[in-house]
């Protein structure tokens, strides 16, 4: 079953039932202002400029879709640890600017475990409001012990081909794949994505079979996600190929 709702993250996260899920994918709405070369801030957000381009535009009022207070962060990994299940996987995009918050939650919300970052490089794609780096680190944390070791596919992540998306801060299909191949995610889980956008991580359970809930407060990307996920499904009944042409 695959749930793509509207609406903010965490008021749904409070109606899901307690260990209900085995893994989450996290691309927080942090906010922030950003200083450029000049000493300019730089507002993001806005979709009249390309993503290559970075969303500036002079005059904005800053509004990145709808972000959320940073102290928000904590309440959302709190409310995570009663949705997922003990040895659940928690991952969390961040950069440089809010790294070191990502992971200081992840070592003071009690039951979550953090591990150890994990990294991400984008090759060629630009970024958004991220703007661009080598890598960009991933948090990863399971909630509690866990049996679900990853080994053998060491700790970066390339992906290649863009992020196939016009969504700000979206990220890769082929990312999303990698990051939640096994044991990460298994057969018979669920996967929550809160703050999804275009909802990458639909399409790949919708490929491994695996339930899927996603929550965005955007009702334009929810639109969109739920129409790109129709039409896979279309794909893959017409072509028998899991539907893994992006």
């Given at each position: 079953?695959?749930?793509?709702?509207?609406?903010?993250?965490?008021?749904?996260?409070?109606?899901?039932?307690?260990?209900?899920?085995?893994?989450?994918?996290?691309?927080?709405p942090?906010?922030?202002?950003?200083k450029?070369?000049?000493?300019?801030?730089?507002?993001?957000?806005?979709?009249?400029?390309?993503?290559?381009n970075?969303?500036?535009?002079?005059?904005?009022?800053?509004?990145?879709?709808?972000?959320?207070?940073?102290a928000?962060?904590?309440?959302?990994?709190?409310?995570?640890?009663?949705v997922?299940?003990?040895?659940?996987?928690?991952?969390?995009?961040?950069?440089?600017?809010?790294?070191?918050?990502?992971?200081?939650?992840?070592?003071?919300?009690?039951?979550?475990?953090?591990?150890?970052?994990?990294?991400?490089?984008?090759?060629?794609?630009?970024?958004?409001?991220?703007?661009?780096?080598?890598?960009?680190?991933?948090?990863?944390?399971?909630i509690?012990?866990?049996?679900?070791?990853?080994?053998g596919?060491?700790?970066?992540?390339?992906?290649?081909?863009?992020?196939?998306?016009?969504?700000?801060?979206?990220?890769?299909?082929?990312?999303?794949?990698?990051?939640?191949a096994?044991?990460?995610?298994?057969?018979?889980?669920?996967?929550?994505?809160?703050?999804?956008g275009?909802?990458?991580?639909?399409?790949?359970?919708?490929?491994?079979?695996?339930?899927?809930?996603?929550?965005d407060?955007?009702?334009?990307?929810?639109?969109?996600?739920?129409?790109?996920?129709?039409?896979?499904?279309?794909?893959?009944?017409?072509?028998?190929?899991?539907?893994?042409?992006?």
């Amino acid at each position: 079953m695959t749930e793509i709702e509207v609406g903010d993250a965490l008021d749904l996260l409070a109606e899901r039932e307690d260990n209900s899920a085995e893994c989450a994918i996290v691309d927080f709405p942090w906010e922030m202002d950003i200083k450029n070369g000049t000493g300019r801030f730089e507002y993001r957000g806005s979709a009249e400029r390309a993503p290559s381009n970075g969303y500036r535009v002079t005059g904005h009022d800053g509004e990145m879709f709808d972000q959320i207070e940073d102290a928000a962060f904590s309440d959302v990994v709190e409310e995570l640890t009663r949705v997922l299940r003990t040895g659940s996987w928690l991952l969390c995009f961040a950069d440089d600017r809010f790294q070191d918050p990502v992971r200081q939650t992840l070592r003071d919300v009690d039951g979550v475990t953090f591990r150890r970052n994990w990294a991400w490089s984008p090759h060629q794609m630009g970024m958004g409001y991220y703007g661009r780096v080598d890598h960009y680190p991933i948090p990863a944390a399971p909630i509690g012990e866990t049996d679900r070791y990853v080994t053998g596919r060491g700790t970066l992540y390339s992906a290649q081909g863009g992020r196939q998306t016009e969504y700000p801060t979206g990220k890769p299909v082929d990312l999303y794949r990698r990051l939640l191949a096994p044991p990460v995610l298994q057969p018979g889980d669920t996967l929550l994505e809160p703050f999804c956008g275009h909802a990458p991580g639909a399409k790949v359970a919708h490929e491994r079979g695996v339930d899927y809930w996603g929550a965005d407060t955007n009702p334009e990307a929810v639109e969109i996600a739920r129409e790109r996920l129709e039409q896979q499904c279309i794909g893959q009944a017409t072509l028998g190929n899991g539907g893994k042409n992006d």
